[in-house]
């Protein structure tokens, strides 16, 4: 086929596989040579394994004191959404697989003896036993249901406090709030009507039957989108990380396709009760440093308006990247460093293109009493697979979830192909 | 922020198609929209496609046509961009599409806007260059046939 000039000015060659910087070497002692570091690119010091591999589209990961790893997919596999992942006989492989639940979703924690779990509607909970495992496969108790599952951003991620309190985030079923969603030119309905149900975190009683908004504390506001949250037990507070909005070129009088795709930030918010952080009517600028108007609702790209009021971010990332899972570590594997910092997990963009996607890494920040204490770096990154990810579906794997281990170790779901990877460190 | 300047460096080598929508006055929607290229003007359908594709669609459908999983379809392979019958991915194009209908086994969760601002020949180059890239080989859509199908102006 020929290729036109314009389309060949944007389409770059895709360079081929990158394992870890190093060439592939045979392990002798191996009988199936895996890819060094189950091909991903980490600092020194640090190595990984694929615990497991085909699980599934694996969603938010939970790891038990025991070891043993909660894995929810975005949609069953034979039947099953909840996969529990045992490593019996300690080689870093899970080698016995079960699993329960036939609806599919994002959200699973483990909390005061429960195992809680969402679909895009609804969160579940399940008794446990002292080995971590659940009592009653068939015994959910619906604790939260009727949340908006709209076709945008309906994924449910949920967290609790040390208070018998559960945060879910519920996501608005658009970009903006606009008259017609992502039209050009189009306006921002005023006030937004979608902000009575969505587009903030919700707070419910972990232990109740069947709350719905009527039950639940509208903890947060103008939150567009959240996949990644966590508790924070250093400070005993709630953070998220939230998905920015798309296109703001829509707005071809303001700003151009580059600046859409380096705006907005996507931010991490340290979500304060009764906080508003802005979407629709705002968005972050992470060059300015500011929050400023969204053109829906007259913004220019400098204008702040009523943005002046809104609750600020503690920390901002590149546009688009999509940040999947949130993690405080508290393990005592790591380096000192490490202790209390975040690791984000970095799904990847779409909305950048024509330029070259970002993201489809994990990410970490120091932090210090909440608040950021440095500057971010890449912290595992080669889950794509390719050098660079021109489209989404170049890459292999996606980064989504994030969980602990009783060693220290990290944990990192993939929810294209469902590898989990386990990353570990050697003093 | 080295992530940042790389971009912008990067970027620097695109030659960028900017869309130039007339200043929104009273009426919601400009009523046609200049497409500006720094070269000259391509001479081909499916050339001219193609500026209209990266200007308006790619950010969505992507620069090898596949979509992003769950939210937006893939129009490589896709059995109706490639149909016969180009009237369904005509009247898309003008009216937009919402339905969340099944798309060749999945459904796609974003909203696609109605992209009526593009004239009759920007709608039929843009479609040209889908139906003959990404692996597609259909044939070409004229301005009149997207003339047929665009819904009577409302005053």
Redesign the interface.
Known sequence: ?QK????A???LVVSGVFASGTPKEKKAHKPKADPVNAGLKLKPGFSAVAFAENVGRTRHIFVTPKGDVYAKLERPKDGKAIILLKDKNGDNKADETSGFANYGGTGITIKDGYLYASSNSDVYRYKLNSNYEVIDTNKGERIITGLVN???H?TKSIVLDNSGNIYVNIGAP?NSCQE????????GKDPCPLLETAGGIWQFKADKIDQTYSNGVHYASGIRNVVGLDWNTEVNDLFVMQHGR??L?MF??HF???Q???LPAEIMIRVKKGGNYGWPYCYYD??QKKTVLAPEYGGDGKTVGRCALMDQPVAAF?AHMAPNGLLFYTGNLFPEKYKNGAFIAFHGS??R????Q?GYYVVFMPFKNGRPAGDWEVFADGFAGVETV?????AQHRPCGLAQGPDGSLYVSDDVKGTIYKISYKK | MK??SA??L??GI???A????K??SQT???AAVKIK?S?TK?ATS??RG??VY??FC???H???G????H??P?LAEASAVVAKDKSKIIKVVLN?M?S?EEIDGE?Y??????HN?LNDQQVADVLTFIRS?F?NKASAVTAAEVKKLRPAKKK
Request: glycine content about 6%; charged content about 20%; hydrophobic content about 40%.
């Open positions: 086929m036109l000039l314009v389309a000015s944007f389409m709209g076709e945008q309906n658009a017609e969603d992502r039209a050009t030119n189009s306006k798309d296109q070129d071809p009088a151009t396709a580059h859409s795709v380096e992470p060059f590149p779409w909305n293109a024509p330029e070259k970002e021109n489209a989404p579906r170049q | 992530k940042f971009i912008v990067f970027s695109f030659v960028f900017i869309a130039q929508v200043k929104p919601k929607k400009p290229t070269a391509p499916k050339a193609a500026v990266k200007t790619i950010k969505c992507q620069v090898d596949g979509g992003v999983q939210l937006n893939p937009g919402t969340k459904v969760g974003n909203n696609m806007a109605p601002f890239s692996g």
